[in-house]
């Protein structure tokens, strides 16, 4: 297990959002949970904890309660190897949701993620590239590999 993974605080949906990013991940499995026995602020059999793994990534989701909502200052990123891949995942995490720019959008469980060409950090070292992706609410991989040609 790395030794740093992100925690997520959700109101009281960690459950369904668990199983939510399962379904949509290839993969992915459910790793452990911890259900309350009647003890701190959730109700005996409730889910408090749930961890996930995403593609290789571990991910704690915790029903907090609504003192915390998720903010694009933290975000998850999914890297895409094609255009299919990345309308897939833009498409169904959209569900619910709210698109933002440049690739991001926030997920009908508020948590903030980055729709993005596995080779992204090269492509936009190219000036046209960036100037690009920053017209872009989805990313067009083709048309932002055209701007980093010229």
């Known amino acids: ?40 602020p959730w109700p005996e059999g409730k889910i408090a904890t749930i961890t996930i793994e995403l593609m290789g990534q571990e991910l ?43 690739g991001w959008l926030t997920d009908k469980f508020g948590l903030c993620w980055q729709i993005v060409p596995e080779r992204i950090g090269d492509i936009l070292k190219h000036p046209k590239a960036m100037a690009a992706m920053m017209t872009m609410v989805k990313f067009d991989i083709a048309a932002l590999e055209l701007a980093a040609e010229d």
């Not at 959700?10 to 459910?30: C, I, V």
């Not at 190897?81 to 569900?95: F, G, I, S, T, V």
Request: overall charge negative; charged content about 20%.
């Open 1 to 40: 297990m790395p030794k740093v993974t992100p925690f997520l605080w959700f109101n009281d949906n960690a459950e369904e959002a668990a199983e939510y990013y399962l379904a949509l991940f290839p993969g992915s499995k459910k790793l452990a949970e911890l259900r309350s026995r009647g003890v701190g």
């Open 60 to 102: 704690t989701l915790m029903n907090g309660g609504p003192a915390h909502a998720h903010t694009p200052a933290f975000s998850l990123v999914a890297a895409c190897k094609d255009q299919a891949e990345l309308d897939h995942y833009w498409d169904r995490l959209l569900e619910g949701g709210q698109a933002m720019a440049c």
